[in-house]
């Protein structure tokens, strides 16, 4: 009988939160490469306030880049939506999987170095998620 109580005491996992914390993190994941990959091959950022606005404004014309930005505004969307099924000290952890994700696609995609320094503070990432998940 106590076993039963103790059933209907423990929520559900809510599967549709999961969901929405899972297309946060796909929408910033794919806006942080996108970004990466399109001003990658731009140059510096030029000297001088003007040139500079003058120059990131040319840059939010690219498609690549418009897709990037909307992503951002589509995880904002899916987060907001996750905040409201779980507290924040729940939820937010899970955002540290977009270092473990933007590493390992920038690293497969982008041809970025990885160092055992970064391959450890990764691993340290997902140990601490593991941690306060529980």
Same mark, same amino acid.
């Given at each position: 009988?106590?076993?039963?109580?103790?059933?209907?005491? =423990?929520?559900?996992?809510?599967?549709?939160?999961?969901?929405?914390?899972?297309?946060? $993190?796909? @929408?910033?994941?794919?806006? =942080?490469?996108?970004?990466?990959?399109?001003?990658?091959?731009?140059? !510096? +950022? !030029?000297? *001088?306030?003007?040139?500079?606005?003058?120059?990131? %404004? =040319? =840059? #939010? $014309?690219?498609?690549?880049?418009?897709?990037? %930005?909307? &992503?951002?505004?589509?995880?904002?969307?899916?987060?907001?939506?996750?905040?409201?099924? #779980?507290?924040?000290?729940?939820?937010?952890? #899970?955002? &540290? /999987?977009? @270092?473990?994700?933007?590493? *390992? @696609? &920038?690293? $497969?995609? $982008?041809?970025? !170095?990885?160092?055992?320094?970064? /391959?450890?503070?990764? +691993?340290?990432?997902? *140990? *601490?998620?593991?941690?306060? &998940?529980?």
């Amino acid at each position: 009988m106590k076993h039963m109580e103790r059933m209907r005491m =423990q929520p559900r996992f809510d599967v549709a939160g999961h969901c929405y914390i899972a297309l946060t $993190l796909f @929408f910033t994941v794919y806006g =942080q490469l996108v970004l990466k990959w399109q001003m990658s091959g731009v140059g !510096p +950022l !030029p000297d *001088g306030a003007t040139s500079k606005l003058w120059f990131l %404004l =040319q =840059q #939010f $014309l690219n498609p690549w880049i418009m897709t990037g %930005l909307a &992503s951002a505004f589509l995880a904002s969307l899916a987060w907001m939506a996750a905040m409201t099924r #779980f507290d924040l000290n729940y939820a937010y952890p #899970f955002m &540290s /999987l977009a @270092f473990v994700i933007v590493m *390992g @696609f &920038s690293v $497969l995609f $982008l041809n970025e !170095p990885i160092t055992v320094q970064r /391959l450890l503070g990764t +691993l340290m990432v997902v *140990g *601490g998620l593991i941690v306060m &998940s529980r």
